[in-house]
T-cell receptor, first 119, second 112 residues
Framework: GAVVSQHPSWVICKSGTSVKIECRSLDFQATTMFWYRQFPKQSLMLMATSNEGSKATYEQGVEKDKFLINHASLTLSTLTVTSAHPEDSSFYIC???????????????FGPGTRLTVL | GNSVTQMEGPVTLSEEAFLTINCTYTATGYPSLFWYVQYPGEGLQLLLKATKADDKGSNKGFEATYRKETTSFHLEKGSVQVSDSAVYFCALWMDSSYKLIFGSGTRLLVRP
């Protein structure tokens, strides 16, 4: 149980275009999902916390107009990188919490990640 | 603020060697502690966790004990395998901040 998927697993796009990344909880309801960014050989940097039915909470220094987050249902959150540029190239990882499972309520389940390359 | 410090890698070991990856934390309150593993090109997988002092998390031969007195959560394995080669992240979770805070990660390379 507690599987999180991401789509696509990798994407290459031209500079100036927008890219949408989906994060789904497959077998549980996730009221909260998290979006991270990871640079090569570095740790994960939390970008934003996404709550179902409300606005995302962005970490300091993350441009909310650049990285649009929508959490429209209990199983789906999307991250849209708008007007992407080469510096946005990175590995984006989402995670979700299954708050209904008391045994794992303080765990986060991670998706497999999406590698974005902007040319 | 809350933070996690891990030993720098890479750590290179021969197969069947003993592994220790050090992790210490700073937190106001009582965090839950985690070790995650990341294989190349993949997301993170939970390896083990401990939610209170003196708890020992264990999984797949890995162990870590939540030591409040030394604010540590060191990862150990008695005999590593080539398949254990990955990056290991120590992390803490505080309900008050609602964030998972990661260490910098330690790359482990196990040679046959």
């Amino acid at each position: 149980g507690a599987v999180v998927s991401q789509h696509p697993s990798w994407v290459i796009c031209k500079s100036g275009t927008s890219v949408k990344i989906e994060c789904r909880s497959l077998d549980f309801q996730a009221t909260t999902m998290f979006w991270y960014r990871q640079f090569p050989k570095q740790s994960l940097m939390l970008m934003a916390t996404s709550n179902e039915g409300s606005k995302a909470t962005y970490e300091q220094g993350v441009e909310k107009d650049k990285f649009l987050i929508n959490h429209a249902s209990l199983t789906l959150s999307t991250l849209t990188v708008t007007s992407a540029h080469p510096e946005d190239s990175s590995f984006y990882i989402c995670s979700a919490r299954d708050v209904q499972d008391r045994a794992s309520y303080n765990e986060q389940f991670f998706g497999p990640g999406t590698r974005l390359t902007v040319l | 603020g809350n933070s996690v410090t891990q030993m720098e890698g890479p750590v290179t070991l021969s197969e069947e060697a003993f592994l220790t990856i050090n992790c210490t934390y700073t937190a106001t309150g009582y965090p839950s502690l985690f070790w995650y593993v990341q294989y190349p090109g993949e997301g993170l997988q939970l390896l083990l966790k401990a939610t209170k002092a003196d708890d020992k998390g264990s999984n797949k031969g890995f162990e870590a004990t939540y030591r409040k007195e030394t604010t540590s959560f060191h990862l150990e394995k008695g005999s590593v395998q080539v398949s254990d080669s990955a990056v290991y992240f120590c992390a803490l979770w505080m309900d008050s901040s609602y964030k998972l805070i990661f260490g910098s990660g330690t790359r482990l390379l196990v040679r046959p």
